[in-house]
């Protein structure tokens, strides 16, 4: 389990009280790198799915959604994450 400062909807940092809102951030993380594109995480280049890419693409298939899927979340460190093989209603759990 990963703390961390948690996000609002619109990826804006959750402020109570005038500070920072901390609290378990694995799904957060998750949506983060499924959201991404390689390249906007300046600091970390490499990371990054960029699912928009996929959903405009005609020729990807689901085992390369899921394997390129798989391998960004083990490299942020989540061990055998599972995604379901429902792209329609996609779960991941890490």
Known sequence: MNLDILLDDDFNPLI??????IGQSDQQHVNCIFLAHPGEY???PLVGFGASRYLKSTTA??????RDLT??????GYVNPEISNDLD?????V
């Open 89 to 93: 209603n996609l779960i991941i759990k």
């Open 71 to 76: 391998i960004q979340l083990e490299l942020d």
């Open 42 to 44: 300046k600091q970390f």
């Open 61 to 66: 298939s689901k085992e390369k959604f899921i």
């Open 16 to 21: 109570q009280n005038g500070d920072f809102v």
